[in-house]
Nanobody, 117 residues
Framework: QVQFVESGGGLVQPGGSLRLSCAAS????????MGWYRQAPGKQRELVAF???????DYADSVKGRFTISRDNAKNTAYLQMNSLKPEDTAVYYC???????????WGQGTQVTVSS
């Protein structure tokens, strides 16, 4: 079982910035990779960014150069710094945590990000 505490979503104007945070606590297994997916209305959920326990990262092409994912391993907390936000970044952002092979991915409840003037 993984408990999540997510924060940082909200409404921002185009060109603005937001920072999402996701704190995960696992009662049985160590957390390995963490990241975010997002889902806009009427669209499929898509991977935004992830970071491994060794701090390797990857990003969706649509956010490269604008978003930065980081992590505090001691706190099992991941951060997503989102800069130069665009209206097409509007979506519910879901944090996730992996705990190794064969263990189901755990999902946070999601946080709304709205980019609008």
């Amino acid at each position: 079982q993984v408990q999540f505490v997510e924060s940082g979503g909200g409404l921002v104007q185009p060109g603005g910035s937001l920072r999402l945070s996701c704190a995960a606590s696992s009662s049985m297994f160590s957390i390995s990779a963490m990241g975010w997916y997002r889902q806009a209305p009427g669209k499929q959920r898509e991977l935004v960014a992830f970071i491994t326990s060794g701090s390797s990262t990857d990003y969706a092409d649509s956010v490269k150069g604008r978003f930065t994912i980081s992590r505090d391993n001691a706190k099992n907390t991941a951060y997503l710094q989102m800069n130069s936000l665009k209206p097409e970044d509007t979506a519910v952002y879901y944090c996730y945590a992996d705990r190794g092979r064969g263990i189901a991915r755990a999902w946070g409840q999601g946080t709304q990000v709205t980019v609008s003037s």
